[in-house]
């Protein structure tokens, strides 16, 4: 389960006195706990990994930032956080697998403008889950779609 190895990473990130990649998993393990006590549910892995691709898109939105302020140091530390981040999230998708499986849902939801677009979105993140981020998945169904 997710949640052991995340404990498991955490523990050997203690010994090797990798303080990064430590605080980025207490980090998680933190998001996850505290969903767990407000919802009072116990997180599958399938839920923690949405967890993780939440914390990571946040990174990835900061990085942007952090690019335009000049911020160096801070531009490297948050790459690193996404890297290990990213270990723990199922492998991302190709843009081309992402137009296959667009194509497929506008198939199915009978789409046709650009007004079926949030039709076409609900189903797509339903396929793809977190293999691709919504923002490379809405540029394409856009592009689809018009």
Do not use: C, F, W
Not at 11 to 18: C, V
């Amino acid at each position: 389960m997710l949640k052991e190895k995340l404990l498991e990473d955490m523990k050997t990130s203690m010994r090797d006195k990798n303080n990064l990649r430590k605080n980025v998993i207490q980090m998680v393990r933190a998001a996850i706990l505290q969903v767990e006590k407000d919802k009072h549910i116990e997180l599958n892995d399938e839920q923690i990994v949405e967890i993780i691709a939440k914390e990571s898109k946040k990174r990835k939105d900061s990085l942007s930032d952090y690019e335009k302020s000049g911020r160096e140091d801070l531009i490297e530390q948050i790459k690193e956080e996404i890297e290990i981040l990213s270990e723990y999230l199922p492998k991302q998708l190709e843009k081309e697998e992402i137009e296959k499986i667009v194509e497929e849902v506008i198939t199915e939801v009978g789409a046709q403008t650009i007004k079926d677009m949030g039709k076409v979105m609900k189903a797509a993140k339903e396929k793809i889950g977190v293999a691709a981020d919504g923002k490379t998945i809405n540029e394409i169904v856009k592009q689809k779609l018009s």
